[in-house]
T-cell receptor, first 117, second 112 residues
Framework: AQSVAQPEDQVNVAEGNPLTVKCTYS??????LFWYVQYPNRGLQFLLK??????LVKGSYGFEAEFNKSQTSFHLKKPSALVSDSALYFC???????????????FGKGTKLSVIP | EADIYQTPRYLVIGTGKKITLECSQT?????MYWYQQDPGMELHLIHY???????EKGDLSSESTVSRIRTEHFPLTLESARPSHTSQYLC???????????FGEGSRLTVL
């Protein structure tokens, strides 16, 4: 079975400071990892993904994520936070395809990011 | 922007009514999904489909039903709505490759 943990329900950061939203995962085989953002009363928007290759993945809106296989982590980062980054962030994982049902992503419970002006 | 559309965006309805939430995508994706989400909370997969005439129940038991008669269309139906069905329903699709999901804007259902 695959699982995702987002250990922080909420992260507060001052505008202009770097931000990190944490994610750890458990999956059989090499993981496919994803980050999504959700603004109030909206659907989820895809930010970035890791499949293979460089451990540092760059995505939309200046976000990046670092894959660490030994720590089974995929933390989301941004060098300088904006007030407009305030939203709910979801990490997701899935294993490489190996049969029926394995296309499904498993989502974390989400982390609410608040950027304080 | 992903081309996946949900209607209605907001619906307030009385107990016992039948409702259908529509979801359509124009990306030709074979896989489609319905998630249920309470505000600011985690997502729960309630239904998915890997192609026409293929539907499966997800991790969270739901009284809703789905159909997949056309590739682009994946409606969700509640035969008799109850207050416990009040939630946001998110439709998503994915194609080949890594399988990232593309989400619609959601349908927020309130049952009085």
């Amino acid at each position: 079975a695959q699982s995702v943990a987002q250990p922080e329900d909420q992260v507060n950061v001052a505008e202009g400071n770097p931000l990190t939203v944490k994610c750890t995962y458990s999956v059989s085989g090499n993981p496919y990892l994803f980050w999504y953002v959700q603004y109030p009363n909206r659907g989820l928007q895809f930010l970035l993904k890791y499949i293979t290759g460089d451990n540092l993945v760059k995505g939309s809106y200046g976000f990046e994520a670092e894959f660490n296989k030994s720590q089974t982590s995929f933390h989301l980062k941004k060098p300088s936070a904006l007030v407009s980054d305030s939203a709910l962030y979801f990490c997701a994982v899935r294993a490489p395809y190996s049969g029926a049902g394995s296309y499904q992503l498993t989502f974390g419970k989400g982390t609410k990011l608040s950027v304080i002006p | 922007e992903a081309d996946i559309y949900q209607t209605p965006r907001y619906l307030v309805i009385g107990t016992g009514k039948k409702i259908t939430l529509e979801c359509s995508q124009t990306m030709g994706h074979d896989k489609m999904y319905w998630y249920q989400q309470d505000p600011g909370m985690e997502l729960h997969l309630i239904h998915y489909s890997y192609g026409v005439n293929s539907t499966e129940k997800g991790d969270l038991s739901s009284e809703s039903t789905v159909s997949r008669i056309r590739t682009e269309h994946f409606p969700l139906t509640l035969e008799s709505a109850r207050p416990s069905h009040t939630s946001q329903y998110l439709c998503a699709s994915s194609g080949q490759g890594a399988g990232e999901l593309f989400f619609g804007e959601g349908s927020r259902l309130t049952v009085l």
